[in-house]
């Protein structure tokens, strides 16, 4: 479908009509969307010197955008909806238009809502020219294969990110990670997981999302089978998954890593790479022998799957999996580095580049495999010839060489233009999980501000990542120094991958003029407010956004919506449940409990609160209460002996929410007919992978509790005892 | 009510019925070769084809052929052969990886087809690589000048094996620096040098015996703690040939030497390998 036109010399043409379709990638069919009827989208191909003319058919329901990722490019074509231009509407079409200016590996994607999810990234590729002063013999003249990494999910990404904020459990159960209780104690780590809890966290994984599939060019596995022995191959990868970071291994032996981000790099023998979500390396891999395919493999950063490209003929020689995380070892690294005040502490190291991996502690091939169950199933000789080779490994894994960013050097000088004047700007980079709230500085876009910056200064930024998940940040329309230690050849990217805990410097000449997105580029993260706008002063107007203020407005709503959360218990003693509407900052919930008569009651009680603080362990509200209850006079008295009866009370509230240590919430409420009542209550308890316990007493001598057995996303079974309705049991539906 | 588990016998065994027929529709049989050696393997090849409702596996070791049976609807020879592989053992479509082969137990390690190495330039230019480092290797051990450069050595080579959290080596290293320590001639050291010997001799001998005395590596890293500190006094003032890294932990608060820039934390091993940081160059 894609019409490849040169009109003259140099005009390159693709039309791409985006449709929703329907695919199965895990063996349940579902909405995807497809661009020229494929996924990942075709691969565009251009070379320096070309104009590229691209037209967008919209035939989906709703607008979408294309997004050039890592191009440099007038900021009208950058494709960001209400940033540099309106959303494409539904049937409608926009043609981009630019010069290529540059070359290298890049990658092309929607930057409308969570679509690219769907299936919306492909690779773009723009060749070096043979005349190129830069043109390496050897590694530039090499067949290449562009390659798009990428993750699919059955689960909706809106539903996905709803969960997310919701702190579902549903996708770390998923994947096994619950890291319950129970399972705490048979690894021999319960006093991890109390201290864990004690520092008011949850159960954290490297990754947020249960994925069904990773896929190498839309597919989870397939050869390349035109290479032969002694091939030298140029690898593009691209990472276009939307929450995955990829390891990337070969079977065939080393890999040389020739460039990041487009940009070239002296060449660097590395055994693996972990590849940031929307980053992109080339590495060159040879097929060592004859009548044998070597298998290129991607695995996620959580270890669950992985994805495979066979390259050559022949027999496959595989590249040994990926062991599990040792998620609890993880646990207990997050337990040393955490405050009590929810912040983190690096214990004076230095943190920075990649060049620390914390994570390690999970890592079974570097720190060795507890599981020595089936050596013991053998007889002691046996047992000694194993453990001598599982020795030989370790060691030879130990000398395995991992790339990082302060290995990355430019082939040429990269100084910035000197005699400039030099801005600085500090990014603290912040996060709450057990909310999944992603900020900077604490604020999400929709509470700052565009960041102002002059033409033809030098922008230097300082990260400092103090949030609990890594980050790729990822700057438009420029790329920026890594300043890594490699004085004047310190290498050129446009995403930044910063671990917990790391300092980064970056700087970038500010030679384009326009209003550039600064954000992470985990969509999740990003649609939770994890973003900034570098914006020219007195830049011209952009002609595809002529109310610039106003489009601003509509982003900023963007990255901020309303999540809705709902729950009914259907028990035998009556109906319990709540329905809740939250966005970073702010909670419209009631909750109901429900009888089936009037001696059992009716109450509800809605809360309208809002977030406070970093951590968002407090949350003052005004609250509304309405009950009615069949007492026949009798009246109940509280710890305060406040008398009331139950029989008909609407009162108005003012109160907070605290969550203590323990995650649990201490709840304090003084009602318009002067009651007080303070409450604890703690939900979600995970005794094992599925099963779940809340308490619940308070000061008007009420309490609960309750056991939760979840079957499936949406479905529980439950049984509990409330001080008001007695024993029940019945099924709890969630969205 | 009598009329009704009639009716429903009914439809539970024409579903039974119906299952029956589907299963045996979509189950394919077929033999492959699979390489391995003995009743251990054939455990091994079996579970690790096997997958519940899908697939199972029987092979045999005598013609080392496996007959599978799947459900062809659900899952694919390649993928049983690519499993059958990941755990050790080759077919003929799907190759081991070599790190997994080598973690079979000894009487697994069946004999594999050799690959043909294709021929590139790059292997052309590695062999004469090899040459040269040969070379560089004899020249250097003609100089040994300093008297205490064993002890030195001694020490690094027990950092080496604490880096790989290896007890027992640790053991044996340690007991090679006492030795080491013991056969210095102090008379023959310069003046400077021998005071610093002299005052931290009594420390390093404890320490080092304490190290040689357990194979409990927690316990090692403990002395080897003391140790280093005192072998960086020694070798502040005696110096060495190359330039030698006093390194930091701040995690365990303690030092360490080393004769390479990288960091390899002996304190933590693989664990923390690269915690820490250069505070010092000796040259």
């Known amino acids: ?735 | 009510m009598n009329n009704n588990i009639k009716i429903l016998t009914a439809i539970a065994v024409f579903l039974s019925v119906v299952a029956c027929i589907a299963q045996t529709k979509n189950t394919k049989t077929e033999s492959v070769k699979i390489y391995g050696n003995c009743e251990m393997c054939k455990n091994a090849i079996e579970k690790a084809g096997y997958s519940k409702k899908e697939a199972t596996v029987n092979w045999d070791k005598n013609t080392k052929e496996a007959t599978i049976s799947y459900d062809s609807l659900k899952t694919s020879k390649k993928e049983i052969l690519k499993r059958i592989a990941l755990a050790g053992y080759d077919s003929d479509s799907f190759l081991a990886p070599d790190d997994t082969y080598s973690t079979l137990a000894s009487c697994c390690q069946y004999e594999r087809v050799e690959k043909k190495a294709a021929i590139t330039e790059e292997s052309k230019m590695e062999m004469a690589s090899i040459e040269h480092s040969k070379h560089d290797a004899m020249a250097e051990t003609k100089q040994e000048v300093n008297q205490l450069s064993k002890v030195f050595e001694g020490y690094f080579v027990i950092k080496d094996a604490l880096v790989k959290t290896d007890g027992a080596i640790t053991s044996t290293n340690a007991k090679s620096l006492l030795k080491a320590i013991n056969e210095v001639q102090m008379d023959k050291l310069p003046m400077d040098v021998h005071m610093a010997w002299m005052k931290f001799l009594n420390a390093l001998k404890k320490d080092t015996e304490n190290i040689s005395k357990t194979q409990d590596v927690e316990k090692q890293r403990e002395s080897f703690k003391l140790l280093s500190k005192n072998i960086y006094e020694i070798l502040k003032v005696s110096k060495t040939s190359e330039p030698v890294f006093y390194q930091y932990c701040p995690m365990q608060d303690a030092n360490w030497l080393s004769k390479e820039e990288t960091i390899k934390n002996p304190y933590y091993g693989s664990q923390m390998l690269s915690c820490g940081k250069t505070i010092e160059t000796i040259k």
């Not at chain 1, 499936?712 to 049991?729: C, K």
Request: aromatic residues 10%; charged residues 25%; contains cysteine.
């Open chain 1, 1 to 735: 479908m894609s019409i490849h036109i040169g009109y003259s010399q140099n005009l390159v043409r693709y039309e791409l009509t985006i449709t929703d379709t329907i695919v199965n990638f895990s063996g349940k069919a579902k909405r995807a969307i497809a661009v020229n009827g494929q996924i990942p989208m075709p691969t565009l191909t251009f070379t320096e010197g070309d104009i590229a003319e691209i037209v967008v058919h919209n035939r989906l329901k709703e607008g979408t955008s294309l997004h050039w990722h890592g191009l440099f490019l007038p900021n009208k074509e950058d494709g960001v909806p209400f940033l540099t231009q309106m959303p494409i509407e539904p049937n409608t079409f926009h043609t981009y238009r630019f010069p290529i200016i540059q070359n290298g590996t890049h990658w092309y994607h929607s930057h409308s809502g969570l679509q690219e999810q769907l299936g919306m990234y492909g690779s773009l590729i723009l060749k070096k020219k043979e005349s190129d002063p830069t043109f390496r013999k050897g590694i530039d003249d090499l067949p290449a294969v562009p390659l798009i990494l990428s993750e699919w999910t059955d689960i909706k990404p809106d539903n996905v990110h709803r969960m997310l904020h919701n702190a579902s459990d549903w996708l770390a159960i998923k994947k096994g990670t619950t890291q319950s209780y129970s399972e705490a104690i048979k690894a021999g780590h319960f006093k991890t997981k109390l201290g864990n809890e004690g520092k008011r966290m949850l159960a954290m994984d490297v990754s947020d999302v249960f994925y069904d599939k990773f896929l190498i060019n839309g597919k989870n596995e397939s050869q390349l089978s035109q290479f032969k022995g002694g091939d030298k191959i140029r690898l593009q990868v691209s990472n276009g998954g939307a929450s995955s970071y990829f390891w990337l291994t070969y079977a065939g032996g080393k890999m040389i890593v020739v460039a990041n981000d487009g940009n070239d790099v002296q060449p660097l023998e590395v055994d693996r790479l972990i590849i940031g979500v929307s980053e992109t390396y080339d590495v060159v891999v040879t097929i060592p022998t004859e009548n044998t395919a070597y298998e290129f493999l991607a695995t996620p950063e959580d270890r669950t799957k992985s994805a495979s490209i066979y390259l050559g003929n022949g027999p496959i020689q595989l590249k040994s999996r990926m062991p599990k995380l040792k998620y609890f070892e993880g646990m207990k690294m997050m337990n040393g580095m955490m405050n009590m005040d929810g912040s983190m502490d690096d214990m004076g190291m230095e943190m920075s580049l990649q060049k620390m991996d914390m994570n390690t502690v999970m890592y079974p091939e570097v720190t060795g495999n507890i599981e020595t169950k089936v050596n013991k199933k053998m007889d002691n000789m046996k047992m000694d010839d194993k453990m001598d080779h599982s020795t030989h490994s370790m060691t030879s894994t130990q000398d395995l060489v991992t790339l990082n960013y302060a290995m990355l050097k430019a082939p040429h000088p990269t100084t910035l233009p000197k005699d400039v004047p030099v801005r600085e700007l500090r990014f603290e980079l912040t996060g709450n999980m057990n909310r999944y709230v992603w900020s900077m500085d604490n604020k999400v876009l929709s509470e700052t501000d565009k960041i102002l910056i002059k033409k033809g200064e030098n922008v230097r930024i300082v990260l400092h990542n103090n949030s609990m998940m890594r980050h790729p940040m990822h700057l438009h329309g420029h790329d920026f120094r890594v300043l890594n230690g490699q004085g004047e050849f310190a290498p050129l990217k446009n995403v930044l991958d910063i671990m917990p805990m790391e300092t980064d410097v970056i700087e970038f000449n500010a030679n384009v003029e326009g209003d550039w997105f600064f954000h992470c580029h985990i969509l999740y993260h990003m649609m939770a407010g994890m973003n900034r706008v570098f914006s020219y002063e007195s830049q011209a107007p952009n002609p595809y956004l002529p109310d610039k203020k106003w489009a601003y407005k509509k982003l900023q709503l963007e990255s901020n919506r309303l999540h809705l959360m709902a729950e009914n218990d259907f028990a035998s003693n009556g109906n319990d449940g709540m329905v809740m509407f939250q966005n970073s900052r702010w909670s419209f919930g009631t909750e109901w409990r429900l009888g089936y008569n009037d001696q059992d009651g009716y109450e509800t009680e809605s809360h309208i609160g809002r977030y406070i603080g970093k951590n968002q362990w407090f949350m003052p509200y005004v609250g509304f209460d309405w009950r009615y209850r069949k007492t026949n006079g009798i009246s109940e008295k509280n710890l305060f002996e406040q008398v009331s009866t139950k029989d008909n009370r609407a009162v108005i509230s003012l109160g907070a929410e605290y969550t203590l240590p323990m995650l649990v919430t201490l709840q304090g409420e003084v009602f318009t007919d002067g009651k007080v009542r303070f409450q604890f209550m703690r939900e979600d308890i995970p005794i094992s992978s599925r099963l779940r316990w809340a308490f619940m007493v308070n000061t008007d001598k009420e309490y609960m509790t309750r056991f939760k057995y979840i079957v499936t996303r949406n479905l529980g079974i439950s049984t509990h005892y409330d001080s008001d309705m007695g024993f029940g049991i019945g099924a709890t539906l969630n969205y």
